[in-house]
């Protein structure tokens, strides 16, 4: 069995301010994490994965994530937000390194306001 | 990245009549595809997975006989909504995999809105 929980589901930063958007999982095996950014009315990006190499992850739009087994955590940074950053974010858990032989469980999902 | 296509991006119809959604890929053959269902502000829910020249695998409490899949080519998944009701009004979404990559592409979604 797999799950995520992304805690707060509206997220509001200042341009140039830190992101950070966290993710929870479980997993009966070790897990297989990712990030996707949705923009409205569109399908899911990738923006990185974690596929039990480097704990510390970077993707792209300047974004990286860090896996903490002992926190079972894989949260979401962003040195400085940029107002095109602005969008939903799901972090996912899959068994399998590609996220697709194996079943993608998604987070209910994080919006990124970024003001002004 | 590789590209997935859906048609339509968006379908208003009537209650009690079917609509059809397509998901292509682009550029590479896709053995494996993947719907999904989202409603609003929520997450997206894995309703089935369908690879090619083979019946869908429905999740549970999914009706296949109300969502049609197939999966009759390497490049095209179509999703039938049959005798569609204002409760199958979501945000539907396909993935798909195959070819040389890895991970799974996501098409743009096409909102069901049944009046």
């Known amino acids: 069995a797999q799950s995520v929980t992304q805690l707060g589901s509206h997220v509001s930063v200042s341009e140039g301010a830190l992101v950070l958007l966290r993710c929870n999982y479980s997993s009966s095996v070790p897990p297989y994490l990712f990030w996707y950014v949705q923009y409205p009315n569109q399908g899911l990006q990738l923006l990185l994965k974690y596929t039990s190499a480097a704990t510390l992850v970077k993707g792209i739009n300047g974004f990286e994530a860090e896996f903490k087994k002992s926190e079972t955590s894989f949260h979401l940074t962003k040195p400085s937000a940029h107002m095109s950053d602005a969008a939903e974010y799901f972090c996912?858990?899959?068994?399998?390194?590609?996220?697709?032989?194996?079943?993608?469980?998604f987070g209910t999902g994080t919006r990124l306001q970024v003001t002004l | 990245g590789a590209v997935v296509s859906q048609h339509p991006s968006w379908v208003i119809c009537k209650s009690g009549t079917s609509v059809k959604i397509e998901c292509r890929s682009l550029?590479?053959?896709?053995?494996?595809m993947f719907w999904y269902r989202q409603f609003p502000k929520q997450s997206l829910m894995l309703m089935a997975t369908?690879?090619?020249?083979?019946?869908?695998?429905?999740e549970q409490g999914v009706e296949k006989d109300k969502f049609l899949i197939n999966h009759a080519s390497l490049t095209l998944s179509t999703l039938t909504v049959t005798s569609a009701h204002p409760e199958d009004s979501s945000f539907y979404i396909c993935?798909?995999?195959?070819?040389?990559?890895?991970?799974?592409?996501f098409g743009q979604g096409t909102r069901l809105t049944v009046v």
């Open positions: 993935s798909a995999r195959g070819g040389r990559h890895t991970e799974a592409f």
């Open positions: 996912a858990v899959s068994q399998t390194p590609t996220g697709t032989a194996s079943k993608l469980t």
């Open positions: 369908s690879n090619e020249g083979s019946k869908a695998t429905y």
């Open positions: 550029d590479f053959q896709a053995t494996t």
